[in-house]
């Protein structure tokens, strides 16, 4: 299908959008424009029809396609047959989306193709009840392992069930956490950096590059080490990603203040990591278990590779590291898919539940959750994404979010009742707190965590909910208020 003006699909288009300005009586601004894009969605409409079939027969013919060399076929797998009938399909109704996104820089765009089959966590939250209406009996019980899914406020996160208990080990010590806001100065003039938001990839490794060199100015990772527990003296240095990571251990290395074994940079194993940096600092992230028996003093890695999962441990038992740096304050990348399918995922199941969907018929309350999931996704790209700018609710998903990722990786600092330090050095985190000037919610993201932390500990103190709130996060809203600024 090609839609070009010598075969006359151009006109037709054109006609077609002609027709449409007299009936409407509207008028359309930049009609060349807007010949393209209606061009480029039919397009997309055809190919969206396409790929159904090729994914929809994909089996019959994967044999003789012969594609062994490809690394990820998720593409073209269908969900097994068992499902069906078991898996809530997409609330929108659609199994193939396109994204387009410009690259500013280059002048380009891209289309991102993502695939929606269904709503997974309804099988996850609701496998004991899955056969008592089809076969009236129940389904199997469930052990959802993670103490940090009850994160309410979080798309991501929240389990969207009651809990009623927390599994605890009595014979664990108490572990302590301390934060402390270091912001650090910004070495080509006044003012702080400011990491997390840079305009482009050359200003954010720039202002990463800053950021150890503030570091180092003054010797503090020197003396950060000296305090620590003998046997902990490591530190994680935390960044937004894997090429962070590489530009922050160049950078280290530059400086030459440790030796060759001494600092590492977080590796996946991916050929997209440029080949200046010298292979003896790269890091396998299968090997992290094992950190501790080498002589590494520092180690630099994405949030979400080590966000948990690694139990890093000394001979004693006791959490490796004792200290972790955020060089980059943690923010979701805008318009991100993933984030997207949480968003709409979380909505329909709680959709299923509310009695306001409830209509004449089956179909009736399908439509009516589809259109509200529309609204819902439509919202998710037009909201500002600077966090002064966000509305309450979604600052409050960020807050909870960005909190149960944070919470997860301060998890790996404490294992066996040890104590951690936590520094933050992204200006980003608090920008009025680094000029002394107090802040809200509204402005630090600091003081963000310890509101939402503070609303669900303390609110309903004889609550069940406070209760186990408290057990999973009062450790972390006593360190948030108990902050020091240095």
Known sequence: MIIDKANGSHQEIENYLSHIEKREGITYKEKDNLIIAFSLALLFCH???RLFVLTHTYENVQDKLELTGMQNTTLFRRLPSEYDGLLPISPVGMQFGFKYRKDEQRGIGTFQLFRYLGVGRYLLLYMSELFQYSHEYNGAATLLLSGTSHAEGSYRYNIQLPVSYVLRNKGIHHSTLKFIYRPLPDPLG?????????????????????????LRSNGYLSKLLATLPENRQRIMIIVGSYSDAQC?????????LYREDEVFCLSNNNSDLEEELNTEYLYERQRLKQFASGNGKILVAPLLAVERGHNILNHEGKAAFGAAIYLVRPYPVPDDLVSLANRTNAFAMDGYRD??????SLVDEFHALRRVT???????????????????????????????????????????GADAKIIFCD?????????????????????GWKKILHQLCEQKTDSIEAKISQLLYGARLQALEQLEVE
């Open 47 to 49: 190919l969206e029809k």
């Open 190 to 214: 006044g003012g702080w950096i400011k990491i997390s938001g840079a305009e482009s990839k050359d200003k954010r490794k720039r202002k990463l590059r800053h950021a150890i060199q503030a």
């Open 248 to 256: 922050v251990t160049e950078a280290l290395c530059s400086f030459q």
């Open 355 to 360: 009695t306001w969907f409830k209509k004449d």
């Open 374 to 416: 529309y609204d819902v996704q439509s919202t998710f790209f037009k909201y500002g994404f600077g966090y002064k700018y966000l509305a309450d609710d979604e600052r409050v998903n960020l807050l909870m979010e960005t909190n149960t990722v944070c919470h997860q990786l301060e998890g790996r600092l404490i294992r066996g």
């Open 427 to 447: 200006a980003s985190f608090s920008p009025g707190k680094a000029d002394g000037l107090s802040e809200t919610e509204k402005t630090s993201m600091l003081e």
